[in-house]
């Protein structure tokens, strides 16, 4: 229960968040760029620190970093609610990422420690999965609803959730032994930092200037700082990104489509979740009611995909999602504010959620196929990590797009309630603009995908090895 809750919360966290935006920016008065951080901090934090986060439990024991994970993500939802400015809110969310990065993937190792292995371990695994599904739904609703009252609501709800987590925690989970390793903090930390410079130096170019000395600065300190990160991971003892499991050509351009695919699905749900309230005027209800249907979508996707993932090449696959997805988004970049939910939203929302749905269930398979038992958990792991930095590295690009446009266009940097008319059509069209951008990298997460040269069988097999390695982890 304490396992499948803390993912339930982690993922409701995301889903709600990109719903009170809208709300955030008004109350707060946030610029386009500080509303986009509100939810990169947040990944960045999560991604960067993830690969380290799950080593730090086998470091100093899984259910003692559990605890402080759960105890962290608690504490900063606590910081996200009393947030009084763009500064702080933005603090307290790279904090609960870090603490979502330390808990998240030392639950899913407690999971086959605290179970015995057979039908209960199984059982097990597929709740704490099954969670992913639930909270996305859950949250659309929940979230809207909450955000609807305050959307300081969305976060304070996780504190009573966190503390009974941890209550619980203590007595029903099994501490593991600590293993003495090495561990890459260097690496996470340039990583993660070098990151975030570059998202800096993209997003706040557009409103300061390409040309300032602080975007200036700001990205190339970035590029030093990852260029000293890959220096590092050559020469760790135990880097938190092993350049071995990149020796497969096939497994770069399954990153790589990872990576484009991520990026469309993250920026994705930012804007279209903007467009609905601050263009065509919803209500956060509302606005997560309009989700489910991609919620259904997806879900219809991937069921499809994983029937004939082992009978058809992976590629192919992807592609046809891609498409999907690209044709979907090309649609969306063409609405404006006399667009209508039923007339011109559904369909789109629905075969966007299909596409992403049908693309996202070969490519971790392909990641694993052909590596050993041993192997796949890491490769799982980068692949969350590459899906979930794709979000914010792409954020900001696309947001520096759409805050351009919206500009060009006689528009203004600030909250939508204090805008006029025509500065609410010109942040309509950079709505909509970020769009075209979002169908970009769809379009190459699905061509990128025709490098891929897997055949079903070599799937096939890496599905079974998953299912091994899941059920003799230990």
């Known amino acids: 229960m304490v396992l499948g809750g803390l993912q339930l919360m982690v993922v409701l966290d995301g889903t709600v968040a990109n719903l009170a935006l809208a709300k955030v920016q008004d109350d ?6 500080g509303r986009n951080w509100v939810v990169v901090s947040y990944a960045l934090a999560f991604g960067g620190l993830m690969l380290l986060g799950g080593r730090i439990g086998d470091r100093f024991g899984r259910k003692r970093m559990f605890v402080v994970g759960v105890g962290l993500f608690t504490l900063s939802s606590l910081l996200c609610g009393l947030a009084f400015d763009e500064g702080t809110l933005i603090a307290a969310r790279a904090l609960q990422g870090t603490g979502a990065a330390i808990a998240s993937p030392t639950a899913l190792a407690l999971v086959a420690t605290t179970f015995a292995p057979g039908p209960v371990r199984n059982q097990a695994i ?20 909450l955000t609807q009252v305050s959307w300081r609501w969305i976060f304070l ?3 009573p959730i966190g503390i009974a987590i941890v209550v619980f925690a203590i007595p029903a989970l099994r501490e593991t032994a600590p293993h003495k390793l090495e561990l890459d903090v260097k690496g996470a930390i340039l990583a993660t930092i070098g990151c975030t410079s570059l998202v800096f130096g993209i997003s706040e170019g557009p409103e300061l200037g390409w040309d300032s000395g602080a975007v200036i600065g700001s990205l190339a300190l970035g ?3 990852l260029a000293a990160f890959l220096f590092v991971e050559r020469t760790a003892t135990n880097p938190i990104l092993p350049f071995s499991l990149f020796g497969d050509r096939d497994r770069v351009f399954t990153f790589a489509s990872i990576f484009f695919a991520g990026a469309s699905l993250f920026c994705t749900t930012v804007y279209v979740a903007q467009f609905v309230q601050n263009i065509m005027g919803y209500t956060p209800l509302k606005a997560g009611l309009a989700f489910i249907p991609f919620a259904v979508g997806l879900g219809i996707g991937s069921a499809l995909a994983s029937k004939v993932v082992v009978r058809i090449e992976p590629r192919w696959l992807v592609l046809i999602g891609g498409v999907i997805m690209t044709v979907g988004l090309l649609y969306g970049s ?3 504010g006399d667009a209508t939910y039923l007339r011109d939203l559904l369909l789109p929302v629905v075969g966007i959620g299909f596409g992403v749905g049908f693309a996202v269930v070969p490519l971790p398979l392909c990641a694993v196929a052909g590596v050993g038992e041993t192997e796949i958990g890491p490769l799982t792991a980068i692949t969350q990590v590459a899906q ?14 759409a805050t351009s446009k919206t500009l060009s266009e006689g528009g203004t940097n600030g909250a939508p309630s204090e805008m006029n008319p025509m500065q609410l059509t010109a942040l309509g069209n950079g709505y909509t603009f970020a769009l075209l951008g979002c169908a970009v990298c769809a379009a190459i997460a699905g061509l990128v995908a025709l490098f891929i040269r897997l055949t079903p069988a070599q799937v096939a097999q890496a599905q079974a090895a998953t299912e091994a390695a899941q059920q003799h982890a230990v």
């Open 223 to 225: 590029l030093l700082l």
């Open 334 to 336: 063409t609405l404006d």
């Open 388 to 401: 979930t930095l794709s979000g914010p590295l792409a954020l900001a690009v696309i947001g520096a797009m």
């Open 126 to 145: 597929a709740i704490y999965a099954a969670m992913t599904g639930v909270g996305s739904i859950t949250g659309l609703i929940v979230g809207g609803a």
């Open 28 to 33: 707060l008065g946030l610029s386009d760029a």
């Open 157 to 159: 709800i996780n504190v």
